[in-house]
């Protein structure tokens, strides 16, 4: 058995570009998804957030339409109250990356937040990258690479192809309008190649030990791709 280790948001609300606050959290799915198939595979997964705040679940991510009707919105809400770890997170300030063999950081807009600005998550992705250690990451997860930059001031993971929550996504979602920037925006910035597929299609997208998704339906299949970078 190994550890993988899960960095969740510890956001509960997104700042807009008028300043209001837009409740949020972890995606649930994002969160399920990659547990269950890590649990069912016989890996240990342990949460940490910055802080060790306990995280937020976004609620919109628990409505029965976004999770292909309400019997399987039960399943997605039974399955969170078993992920225990999500109730007593480590802070993220306290861990040590030589512990885990995968780190995986899911989605929902509270990456856009804290992760993104979060110079110890970031310093955390680049130890990661540099150790060769699988790490996955989906939909506005990729905001947390913002914050990987290197002493050179360059972004560590600038030249790398990644998937990530697109604007077209964000366009159709409501939100693009009233946000501050846009991940798909944020990303190409820093020199990191957004490949993007159809909306809401699962879509995942390797480049050396990085694994990325792009939205919450790429969840299940990134899971299984960082799974097998397990042995």
């Not at 990451?137 to 998937?163: I, K, Q, S, W």
């Not at 990530?164 to 979602?173: H, P, R, V, Y």
Request: charged share 20%; glycine share 10%; with cysteine.
């Amino acid at each position: 058995m190994s550890k993988i280790l899960f960095v969740v948001t510890g956001a509960d609300s997104w700042t807009l570009a008028d300043g209001s606050e837009h409740p949020t959290g972890f995606w649930a799915e994002e969160a399920v998804a990659p547990y269950e198939a890590f649990r069912a595979a016989g890996h240990e997964v342990v949460v940490a957030t910055p802080g060790g705040v306990v995280p937020t679940v976004d609620r919109a991510s628990l409505a029965p339409e976004v999770n292909g009707g309400q019997e399987n919105a039960d399943r997605v809400a039974k399955a969170l109250e078993s992920f225990t770890g999500l109730r007593s997170p480590l802070r993220l300030e306290d861990v040590r990356l030589d512990d885990y063999a995968a780190v995986f950081y899911p989605g929902g807009h509270g990456p856009m937040e804290d992760l993104a600005v979060n110079a110890e998550s970031g310093r955390l992705l680049a130890r990661a990258l540099e150790a060769g250690l699988p790490l996955g990451v989906v939909c506005h997860g990729p905001a947390a690479l913002l914050a990987a930059v290197g002493a050179d001031g360059r972004n560590v993971f600038a030249g790398y192809e990644v998937a990530a929550f697109t604007n077209a996504e964000e366009i159709q979602g409501g939100l693009a309008e009233r946000a501050k920037w846009l991940l798909q925006d944020r990303l190409t910035e820093a020199g990191i190649t957004v490949r993007a597929g159809e909306p809401w299609a699962p879509r995942v997208v390797t480049d050396r030990n990085l694994v990325t998704g792009q939205n919450p339906a790429s969840s299940a299949p990134l899971a299984q791709e960082l799974l097998k970078r397990l042995g």
